[in-house]
């Protein structure tokens, strides 16, 4: 039974690749546009790789505030979901 492990395995990977990748790739970003309010991503400005929902693959760079803002909305909505499940299992 090592389902479990792999989980954990690929979790902590995943932050070690996201950093390094987010630097090589950083400068690159600088002049585009950021893909949620098309606005140029300029240096100095707080960006985010971003990716996909599945988080198998990059779909490049984004503000943060502009990132965060959908990433938030989508976790609220889980957030409230769950709580709803659990208040509604009271036994
Ligand atoms: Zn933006």
């Not at 893909?35 to 996909?52: E, S, V």
């Not at 490049?60 to 990433?71: I, V």
């Amino acid at each position: 039974m090592a389902s479990s492990n792999s989980k954990n395995t690929t979790q902590a990977g995943y932050g070690y690749t996201h950093q390094s990748l987010r630097r090589a790739l950083l400068p690159s970003a600088y002049g585009k546009p950021c893909p949620h309010c098309q606005q140029p991503m300029l240096p100095g400005q707080p960006l985010d790789l971003d990716h996909t929902a599945d988080r198998t693959s990059y779909r490049g760079f984004a503000h943060a505030s502009c990132n965060r803002s959908e990433g938030a909305r989508r976790g609220n909505a889980q957030r409230s979901a769950r709580r709803t499940w659990r208040t509604s299992r009271q036994w």
